[in-house]
């Protein structure tokens, strides 16, 4: 506990000062005192090296339903749901089968839709929030009020308006397993479609909630909308940075309601803000899952499917539909690292080899699941050990890449750490890196460059504790910024880095 403690202190705002180190100098001060620690990726007969990476805001989903009156489910097939977020998650662990670190969360709000949500229900909506903390998953969010099953209800935009202000501050609270809060509301299952009034077809309408959710948004927060069109009435463009999309009917443009497709009007839009806002996705539920006449049960090419969600940038997708026919397909069929090239996808380093250098295949899910937004790698750690001695301060230079399909899409602290024997952290400097900018290799289904992504430096100075002595580590922190001691760190892809508390260890010092 100890350890913890002094390692979240020493990553917040209190932590020991250092200052950047300018990109200019540290080139141009380096001599041959610099040391070099070279890393490698995960490759699949590594220790645990065909498990998931659970890093926040990315990845696969699973998907829960709430009656936020009593946590009961609309819907027959969830009975076995209970109001125990963290049980149900381990059900849908058990009937899903493990790699999802997410969950899309309905909250139906049915009952209230013309009324003040009352406490009780906003207490029920908060114990979802701490049984997902509780199994260190987060939340692609939405609030809705028509099922499908019920009468539609007559709210009002102002309804909408309000329920966002009940919402927002216990949205918050919780923003740390918050991955991010769809527009949701309006429409059968928030979907933006068959509203009593239509509110999602007129812009004043749309303007004015979209508005008043965005405003609502915790910081860092996006938000999401089905369809461009909808997005093209919102007439505050003002708010616009800050709203991505979900498709609710993946099926790579061969059913009827998939729009995100090369030749659709809406197509340059997906392509502008998939780069910078988050995107989620879903494919129909299959014929096994549902008898409705939407359903689809012809497997979506796993390949295929790596492109279209890699050229659009998507950060997140669900693992419950079509889980009766493509998913299985995607767990059985191979993927070659010459079959990923071939389709101009990203190639982590050493994923498709084993630790002897052969060829080593993955399937179409593993790759996937581990793609699916960012994902980091650090390439070499660097440090003059020998100016630390002269100067007190030890200049350290770390090499990251980004093999994902997406770059990160909420800001976080680059931080530079010095821990101890113990592991407790003693100097810590902001390198002033912007993560965002740690971009992924080119769009598949674009023109784009499709070499491999460039490495990006961070830089700082670490200054060294007085009569500091013997083993030290030096550490790479990407922390949640909004909760140091309780949200989630980014962790690296590399089979060479270890993890410790948060911390990211990418090389051994040993001060004389």
């Not at 397993?177 to 999602?200: K, M, P």
């Not at 999401?224 to 999309?245: H, S």
Request: one cysteine or more; hydrophobic letters at 40%.
């Amino acid at each position: 506990m100890e350890r913890r403690r002094l390692l979240t202190t020493a990553l917040g705002a209190g932590a020991l000062s250092a200052a950047p180190l300018a990109a200019a100098s540290a080139t141009a001060g380096r001599t041959a005192s610099w040391r070099r620690v070279p890393h490698r990726g995960i490759r699949p007969d590594d220790p645990e090296g065909r498990a998931p990476l659970p890093n926040p805001r990315r990845g696969f989903r699973y998907e829960m339903s709430y009656n936020a009156r009593d946590l009961t489910s609309p819907w027959p097939s969830e009975q076995d749901h209970s109001p125990d977020a963290a049980r149900t998650l381990g059900l849908l662990e058990r009937e899903y089968g493990p790699g999802a670190n997410l969950t899309q969360l309905y909250f139906y709000l049915w009952e209230y839709a013309t009324s003040t949500i009352p406490r009780s229900a906003l207490d029920n909506i908060e114990s979802v929030f701490r049984g997902l903390r509780a199994k260190g998953y987060a939340a692609v969010l939405r609030f809705v009020y028509d099922d499908g099953v019920r009468e539609n209800r007559c709210y009002t935009v102002r309804d909408v308006q309000r329920h966002i202000g009940q919402l927002a501050p216990l949205v918050a609270r919780n923003s740390d397993v918050v991955a991010v809060w769809q527009a949701g509301f309006l429409g059968t299952w928030g979907e933006w479609h068959g509203s009593h009034y239509a509110h999602e077809t007129y812009p004043d309408a749309v303007t004015a909630i979209m508005t008043t959710l965005v405003e609502a948004l915790p910081p860092g927060t996006h938000t999401q909308v089905r369809y461009a069109e909808k997005c093209d009435m919102i007439t505050n463009r003002a708010i616009l940075d800050r709203v991505g999309f979900h498709n609710d009917y993946l099926t790579l443009g061969e059913g009827r309601w998939d729009y995100f497709v090369p030749g659709n009007p809406g197509w340059p839009t997906y392509l502008d803000v998939s780069g910078t806002r988050m995107m989620d996705g879903e494919m129909p539920w299959d014929k096994g899952q549902s008898s409705d006449p939407y359903a689809w049960s012809t497997v979506i090419p796993g390949v295929a499917a790596a492109r279209r969600l890699q050229t659009l940038r998507f950060d997140t997708l669900s693992l419950v539909h079509n889980a009766t026919v493509t998913v299985p397909a995607w767990k059985a069929a191979p993927l070659t690292e010459r079959q990923a090239l071939d389709a101009r996808l990203p190639v982590s380093d050493g994923y498709f080899r084993d630790r002897e250098g052969r060829p080593a295949a993955r399937t179409q899910f593993e790759y996937l699941r581990d793609h699916l937004g960012y994902r980091v790698e650090v390439r070499e750690t660097r440090y003059d050990l020998a100016a630390a001695l002269r100067r007190g301060r030890l200049p350290v230079e770390v090499d990251v890449v980004n093999r994902g399909f997406a770059p990160p899409k909420h800001r976080r602290p680059v931080r530079l750490v010095l821990l101890d024997a113990r592991g407790r952290t003693v100097a810590a400097a902001d390198t002033g890196a912007d993560w965002r900018d740690w971009r992924p290799q080119g769009r598949a289904e674009t023109g784009d460059d499709h070499a491999p992504p460039a490495p990006s430096t961070v830089r700082a100075e670490l200054a060294l504790p007085t009569g500091a002595r013997g083993p030290h580590r030096i550490g790479l922190a990407l922390p949640d910024p909004g909760f140091p001691a309780r949200g989630r760190a980014v962790r690296c892809a590399n089979a060479s880095v270890a993890w410790v508390d948060g911390v990211n260890v990418l090389a051994e010092v040993r001060l004389p």
